[in-house]
């Protein structure tokens, strides 16, 4: 089973899902619903002090970058291709999905990590990601199911299978639970 | 792969005020992650994008009318509203 | 100016609300005239959350365009997003289709204006480069320092039908326009009321010396909503440009508003403020296949296109000009008047000049409110009302064409049936209009006339060979039957005793 284009999922991922992000969050204006800034004279002034107290520090970024990606001039070389590469994952997972039944990985490559330690290195925030993205982009069943502790802290590995295979993903983790029954694990608080 | 993004396009196009420390932080965040997302412009990709989904007809809609929720309601969560419309500072011909 | 040397090249993006009940995107109704937000629901608002559903009418409206038009319809369509902030865009984006639209290519046959109202103008195709399903936004009104917030407009379908660059004139510009709403209402695919909105236009405009092949920069004009102001826009525009070319100024590519009111021009952006409205294929609507068996289901919906009819009864009923285009102006009227042509068809003519004068008329002075589309080539007549029937006006031709009653009693009976929708037959029995066309009588008194001394002169001049001295002797004879002779009756039994 051969997947040569794992290393394009999480950028390929990145720049579809921010500049979604991007588009699916302009409606947090300050119009209609939710917070509006009163500091505001004209409109314009209105919908960006609003979005700018309103939205996080990830949220913004993510706004920017998605912005950027499909922004007149760059398009082409980010989101276009992002949808290309889309399509070799799909294409390469379907290939390999007709040799195996189902594909195990990690569920993410190192224990959990502290909360806000990450969040100044998006980089490597985003490719925690790197075992779950192809799935989600490619549009496959997935699951997590745990299946031990690493350092501690508990971990899960991850099972992706072929279109409609959510059956057999739940059987096969069935099993492996009714074997392993990691579900009730926590970790040290 | 072209990088080159300005930071104050930027912000402007999705309508965020940026203070210099945040425009300073987000463009390092940004160059970074676009170094990173060079791999794609180097793969070898197939030539177009695939219709992943595609729907026939019978996931349509009837044009049968459904409910309203009325200007009450519109008014109700809008952050200022008056005579049933939701009121915004002065709009200027095609300011946008 | 020499307007005569330059010539101009106009494209046009018509933006027409389809006729349906509900939205595009979402299930709540809409129609005009409704108090504020009163026709909004949450996937209109852009509450969080939601997620749009398309509406099979809207497509199929959309489709039966391309077939009215002769357009090619693919397989897929698919929608994107235009990405832009503003106060009645709920999303802040809009979803419109740029890459996959519903139709392309296509068709619209015009007439423009010719010599005289009776003669027949020159006939051109418009190319159309495609039309694609989108969205309406809402509306803002100003008060003070605020605007207010409409949204009942939102979500309308909305079909954006492009142009080539193949219109040369305001008149050519009109023209296409009026063809164009002709089309669209008589296939019931929108209603077309400029009043309330229902058609708005963008008017591309660019200039050329004659004989040059390069287009030259053009200039767009956004948001015309009305046929004479596309037509004054454009040769506002022309103008305008022509004069800065003249004076050796260039015309700088921008996007301009139209001000009706003192029918002037103004920019409203220039290139370098042009919009980056970051497309991108939505991700909440999948690509819709069309199904050829849906194409040809609505295929069989095509209305006959006007000016194929009007060809049709030019040719094939011998119809004048005039009478052809006052009818298929109004699919109704040219229906109406194709119903009675089948209950009597020995004469068309005759069927058409009461439909497009007596009927019409009447009909317009019945109807009280004018039309909204006020171009006075689209008569609004309300037929559903009219209590004559298509079968009694062509017995009202019929008993006419049979000599039963005069072309005047026929006046009569018609202003009758017009008021109390009763047959002819019966109308000239209750009047006693029937024309004598009994000969033994009419013979009687033709006799007694012709032996009174007073017309001596007239019928020797007769007899001499001055054909026109006959009609001195029919007067009296009309008189003496109280106007109830047949008058060709008359002229023939006269000829005969005369010898």
């Known amino acids: 089973m051969d997947l040569p284009s794992s290393d394009l999922a999480v950028p390929t991922y990145y720049v579809v899902a921010t500049a979604e992000a991007s588009s699916n969050l302009a409606r947090y204006d300050g119009v209609r619903y939710g917070h509006r800034s009163t500091q505001a004279t004209t409109p314009v002034e209105m919908m960006t002090l609003s979005r700018s107290e309103g939205f996080g520090p990830e949220v913004k970024r993510r706004i920017l970058l998605g912005t950027f990606v499909l922004s007149a001039g760059y398009a082409d070389a980010y989101y276009v291709r992002a949808l290309r590469a889309r399509s070799k994952i799909l294409s390469e997972h379907l290939a390999a999905l007709e040799k195996v039944d189902m594909i195990l990985t990690p569920t993410v490559p190192t224990p959990a990590f502290k909360a806000g330690e990450k969040i100044s290195d998006p980089l490597q925030l985003y490719l925690e990601d790197i075992f779950t993205i192809p799935a989600n982009l490619a549009g496959l069943p997935a699951l997590s199911v745990p299946c031990g502790k690493s350092q501690h802290l508990p971990v899960g590995f991850h099972l992706v299978g072929a279109p409609l295979s959510e059956k057999k993903l739940l059987a096969a983790s069935r099993v492996f639970e009714a074997a392993h029954p990691y579900r009730h694990q926590q970790a040290p608080l | 792969m072209a990088k080159g993004f300005d930071i104050d396009h930027l912000a402007k196009l999705a309508r965020l005020q940026l203070s210099a420390e945040e425009k300073a932080l987000y463009s390092n965040q940004l160059n970074q992650v676009l170094t990173y997302f060079e791999t794609l412009a180097r793969a070898d990709l197939p030539p177009a994008a695939n219709v992943a989904q595609v729907i026939e007809e019978s996931a349509l809609r009837a044009d049968i009318p459904g409910q309203s929720l009325g200007a009450e309601a519109v008014t109700k969560i809008a952050p200022a509203s008056r005579d049933g419309q939701i009121s915004v500072p002065r709009v200027v011909d095609d300011e946008s | ?499």
Request: aromatic share 6%; proline share 5%; net charge negative.
């Open chain 3, 1 to 499: 100016m020499s307007e005569s040397s330059w010539e101009i090249v106009i494209g046009l993006e018509v933006h027409v609300q389809l006729r349906t009940r509900t939205k595009v995107f979402a299930s709540v109704p809409w129609g005009f005239g409704e108090e504020p937000n009163e026709q909004v629901d949450p996937v209109v608002l852009g509450l969080p959350g939601t997620l749009p559903v398309v509406n099979r009418a809207a497509v199929e409206q959309a489709i039966l365009f391309g077939l009215v038009v002769e357009a090619t319809i693919p397989e897929r369509c698919a929608w994107d997003r235009k990405n832009y902030f503003y106060p009645d865009n709920p999303k802040n984006y809009q979803l419109t289709q740029k890459d996959f639209p519903v139709t392309l290519g296509g068709q619209v046959e015009i007439e423009l204006p010719g010599p005289s109202r009776n003669v027949m103008g020159e006939h051109k195709m418009i190319r159309l480069h495609h039309a694609h399903l989108e969205e309406d936004v809402g509306k803002l009104s100003h008060s003070g320092s605020g605007s207010l917030v409409d949204y009942n407009r939102a979500g309308v379908p909305l079909l954006e039908i492009v142009t080539e660059p193949d219109l040369r004139s305001a008149a050519e510009a009109a023209a296409f326009l009026n063809a164009l709403v002709a089309m669209l209402t008589q296939a019931g695919v929108a209603d077309c009321d400029m009043e309330k909105g229902q058609l708005r236009c963008d008017a591309n405009v660019s200039v050329r010396r004659r004989g040059d092949t390069q287009l030259g920069t053009r200039t767009e004009t956004k948001n015309l909503n009305s046929i004479s102001g596309v037509r004054d826009c454009i040769q506002y525009e022309a103008a305008r440009q022509i004069r800065e070319l003249e004076e050796g100024r260039k015309i700088t590519q921008e996007t301009r508003g139209w001000n009706a009111v003192n029918a002037r021009g103004y920019v409203l952006r220039d290139k370098e403020d042009a919009h980056d409205y970051r497309y991108f294929p939505d991700p909440d609507i999948p690509t819709l296949k069309i199904s050829r068996a849906t194409v040809e289901r609505l295929q069989k919906l095509v209305p006959e296109r006007p000016f194929h009819r009007q060809r049709r009864y030019m040719e094939k009923l011998g119809l004048p000009y005039t009478a052809t285009s006052v009818l298929i102006a109004d699919k109704a009227l040219a229906d109406w008047f194709e119903a009675a042509v089948a209950a009597y068809p020995q004469n068309p003519s005759g069927i058409a000049n009461w439909v497009a004068n007596d009927l019409l008329r009447d009909l317009s002075a019945a109807t009280s409110a004018p039309d909204a589309f006020s171009e006075p080539s689209v008569a609004k007549v309300s037929l559903a009302d009219c209590r004559i029937k298509p079968v009694q006006l062509a017995g009202l031709v019929k008993i006419t064409d049979e000599g039963v009653i005069s072309k005047q009693q026929a006046k009569e009976v018609f202003a009758e049936m017009f008021r109390t929708g009763q047959d002819a037959g019966e109308i000239v029995n209750a009047k006693g209009l029937r024309q004598n066309s009994d000969a033994g009588e009419l013979e009687k008194i033709i006799q007694e006339v012709i032996a009174d001394p007073a017309v001596a002169k007239s019928i020797a001049e007769y007899r001499a060979g001055n054909e026109k001295a006959i009609n001195a002797l029919k007067g009296p004879i009309m008189k003496r039957t109280q106007g109830k002779a047949n008058p060709a009756m008359i002229d023939q039994l006269l000829r005969k005793h005369l010898g």
